[in-house]
Structure formats: structure tokens, C-alpha cells
């Protein structure tokens, strides 16, 4: 059963940082691209960075500058660095893994998210 766990959310004051990891565990095979997504009260959830496995990114503009992803393949393990918060960056963060798993001889893919983990960025 695969598993994506986040951790490394909290409250911050305008203009720290924080770093948000998100491991994926279970009877994972490959992991190809790996995202962080935000979610905001009464909004719906929107993309904020992606990494290929090859380490490519892209992300929202509205983060461009300020967020890092990046990603431990050995570890299966995404990161997003997160720098210069502003209070609108206050959501739950998701972390998302598109991957190939086993169950028992067989490989299946599969798209999974996290739980969720608070960002508050407040004064």
C-alpha cells in the first residue's frame, strides 16, 4: 500500500522560511513526476511547483523565485524550500507522486497525494 506523508508545516511570520518534505513509502517501483499543490480556505487547489525524475521543474508564478522543489530519489522523498513567505501563501500544502507500484508480480500505475500540511504565515 503506498503511502505519501507530509511534514514540515507551521506557523511563520511574513518573510521566513519553511521546508516541507513529503516521503513516499510502500511497494513503489519508480516515481515519475512529483508536485506540491496549495490549497486555500474557500479556494480550490492549485499547482505550485512540479519535478520530473530527471530534476526538471516548473512552477506558479506566483512562487517563482521564493519556492524551491526538489526531490531524493533514492528516498522517494519530494522538498519544497520555501523562502520570502507572504501571507498569501497561507494554505494546506499537498504533496502528489505519479508512480508505478507492485502487488506481487504485477505493477500498476497510480496518482497519490498526501494528507495535507498547514502553512500559516502570519504576523
Known amino acids: 500500500q503506498v503511502q505519501l506523508v507530509e511534514s514540515g508545516g507551521g506557523l511563520v511570520q511574513p518573510g521566513g522560511s519553511l521546508r516541507l518534505s513529503c516521503a513516499a513509502s510502500?511497494?513503489?517501483?519508480?516515481?515519475?513526476?512529483m508536485a506540491w499543490y496549495q490549497q486555500a480556505p474557500g479556494k480550490q487547489r492549485e499547482l505550485v511547483a512540479t519535478i520530473v525524475r530527471g530534476g526538471s521543474t516548473n512552477y506558479a508564478d506566483s512562487v517563482k523565485g521564493r519556492f524551491t522543489i526538489s526531490r531524493d530519489n533514492a528516498k522517494n522523498t519530494v522538498y519544497l524550500q520555501m523562502n520570502s513567505l507572504k501571507p498569501e501563501d497561507t494554505a494546506v500544502y499537498y504533496c502528489?507522486?505519479?508512480?508505478?507500484?507492485?502487488?506481487?508480480?504485477?505493477?500498476?500505475?497510480?496518482?497519490?497525494w498526501g494528507q495535507g500540511t498547514q502553512v500559516t504565515v502570519s504576523s
Open positions: 502528489n507522486a505519479d508512480l508505478i507500484a507492485a502487488r506481487g508480480s504485477y505493477y500498476y500505475a497510480g496518482d497519490y
Open positions: 510502500g511497494n513503489i517501483v519508480s516515481i515519475n513526476d
